[in-house]
């Protein structure tokens, strides 16, 4: 069984929070139609944590999945 990561994506307005979080929702659900995760895995995917950083003043996302799902996310961004 493939070990979760978890990556942080800072975010420096609130409008990029809501594309980034669409096209996660967006990616996941791709994967899901396609048989490339399960039912779990998709509902585990979608709770993202949003984190506010006191210090920085700065909001980050953080993403939760199987290795190869982030990667493959972040393909898909570029």
């Known amino acids: ?27 996941l659900k791709e994967n899901y139609d396609q048989n490339q995760i399960d039912q779990n895995e998709f509902k585990d995917a979608l709770r ?4 506010y950083n006191i210090d920085q003043d700065q909001v980050e996302v953080l993403l939760a999945g199987k290795e190869t ?4 996310f972040r393909k898909s961004l570029s």
Not at 1 to 27: A, C, Q, T
Not at 69 to 72: A, D, H, K
């Open 48 to 51: 993202s944590n949003v984190v």
């Open 1 to 27: 069984m493939e070990p979760e990561k978890v990556i942080s994506i800072p975010i420096r307005e609130l409008s990029h929070l809501k594309i980034l979080l669409s096209g996660w929702y967006h990616f």
């Open 69 to 72: 799902l982030l990667q493959n």
